[in-house]
Nanobody, 116 residues
């Protein structure tokens, strides 16, 4: 089970930090990721942090978003800085076991709204 929190309304240029708490006992063995879906658009990749370390970002988020994880707390974070109105979307946390082919587990999503 994945439970996101931290969404809300922020002005352009502001920051938010999303959190995703996982119930998996072997959290450290899971790749964790964030996707987002804006109204009328398909869900898109935001960032991922593999179980083995490192991080990847969508090009439009590089330099503005930072994904991190705390395995002791079974939590993954998404720090979002310099937010833009086009970042407005529902943000979803996702997990897959050790680089599996598909993202198997999904949270319910948290709304992020950036006003201009």
């Amino acid at each position: 089970q994945l439970l996101e929190s931290g969404g809300g309304l922020v002005q352009a240029g502001g920051s938010l930090r999303l959190s995703c708490a996982a119930s998996a006992r072997t959290f450290s063995s899971y790749d964790m990721g964030w996707f987002r879906q804006a109204p009328g658009k398909e869900r898109e990749f935001v960032a991922r942090i593999p179980w083995s370390g490192g991080a990847d970002y969508a090009d439009s988020m590089k330099g503005r978003f930072t994904i991190s994880r705390d395995n002791a707390k079974n939590t993954v974070y998404l720090q979002m800085d310099n937010l833009k109105p086009e970042d407005t979307a529902v943000y979803y946390c996702t997990a897959r076991f050790r680089s599996a082919a598909t993202w198997r587990y999904w949270g319910q999503g948290t709304q992020v709204t950036v006003s201009s």
